[in-house]
């Protein structure tokens, strides 16, 4: 067997069927959205239900919400029978998913649903299946094969599912106003909290470790600054401390060889005058977004009235475990 070649046919396969998951989304998903917004203004949850693989793919969906400001739980319909049902609160909303809509186990759970007066969500292939019977609203996640060669094992099918629940928490996200700031309190920990609370006050550099130079005076003194700062760059300033220009280590190499007797030289000669600047307020992930965008290491902090207050060094990043 051809490794790689099979490879892309299963995925050429799984993209084919998201494509007509996609093609196939009709107002039933604006519906559903519909439902759910009123479903969490009313104070419930989104409720994700299925078994086998899609007991997996809930597990991510239930999550995804939560995690982008809709709040939602993963039951086990068979967990659900013997007293997880308590979860359900009075005011949420069930997701069904079953490709073949017809489970047993989670057949059985919508009685109780329906008995409490929910509304169901079914995501199922089949649109007259008992589930899509039972269910308010029918999204189709129906496929024209599996990537398994017998037509069997779920892979095209749940891989459509959990695309199709990536829109859906995605529409919410946008629909609902939810912003970086609310994805941050929902990630205190780890990497992806600290880039995203983390501000640039948290990690610039100050004080002695800011390297700085007056306007007019000779590279050497910049020189001086950066070595005692132990800095990449240092501010060029003018003598009410406003910025002018920067120079770094890469500008000091690059003139090293082209300007003879460099150290001797202003400042201004070999300075990028306006550099890219940071404020206080702007949040860690923005500092690696203008390094990437600007393809830069260093960046000077300013105030209101563009005088330097600090310094942020690209090398500092993955210390404070931001990179």
């Known amino acids: 067997m051809n490794y ?14 998201i494509e007509k998951v996609k093609n196939e989304i009709n ?16 104070g419930g949850k989104l409720v994700v239900a299925g078994v086998g693989k899609n007991w997996h793919i809930g597990n991510k969906m239930a999550a995804t919400f939560t995690s982008t400001g809709t709040p939602a739980v993963a039951l086990h319909p068979i967990e659900a029978m013997h007293g997880d049902f308590g979860i359900v609160g009075d005011h949420d909303i069930l997701l069904a998913m079953s ?19 929910l509304k169901i969500i079914a995501m199922t292939g089949e649109m007259d299946s008992p589930l899509a019977q039972h269910a308010d609203l029918v999204i189709s996640v129906k496929v024209d094969q599996e990537a398994c060669p017998f037509n069997m094992a779920p892979t095209t099918s749940t891989t459509a599912t959990l695309a199709l ?3 859906m928490a995605m529409v919410l996200l946008e629909t609902r106003g939810f912003k970086l700031e609310d994805y941050a309190k929902l990630h205190p920990g780890g ?22 130079v007056r306007s007019g005076q000779p590279v050497r003194e910049a020189l001086l600054a950066m070595t005692g700062a132990k800095s990449g760059c240092v501010a060029v ?8 220009g920067i120079i770094t280590d890469g500008d000091l190499r690059r003139h090293l060889i082209e300007t003879p ?8 000669s070999i ?14 992930i923005e500092i690696l977004n203008i390094y990437e965008k600007h393809n830069i290491d260093d960046l000077i902090v300013v105030d209101e009235k563009n005088r330097v207050i600090g310094a942020v060094d690209i090398q500092d990043m993955p210390k404070l475990k931001i990179l």
Do not use: W
């Open 165 to 167: 629940g990536d829109a």
């Open 99 to 117: 490709y073949s809509g017809a489970s047993d186990e989670l057949i059985s759970l919508l009685q109780p649903i329906k008995r409490k007066g």
């Open 261 to 268: 007797n460099l150290v001797e030289q202003p400042v201004e």
């Open 4 to 17: 790689i070649k099979r490879a892309k046919e299963v995925l050429d396969i799984e993209i084919s069927g």
């Open 237 to 244: 300033v003018k003598e009410d401390n406003s910025l002018a």
């Open 27 to 42: 107002d039933h998903f604006s519906q559903a959205i519909d439902a759910i917004l009123l479903t969490i203004k009313n």
């Open 191 to 212: 990497a992806i909290g600290r880039t995203l609370l983390l501000r640039v006050e948290d990690v610039m550099r100050t004080g002695k470790r800011c390297a700085t």
């Open 271 to 284: 300075m990028t005058a306006d550099p890219v600047t940071l404020s206080v307020d702007m949040l860690a």
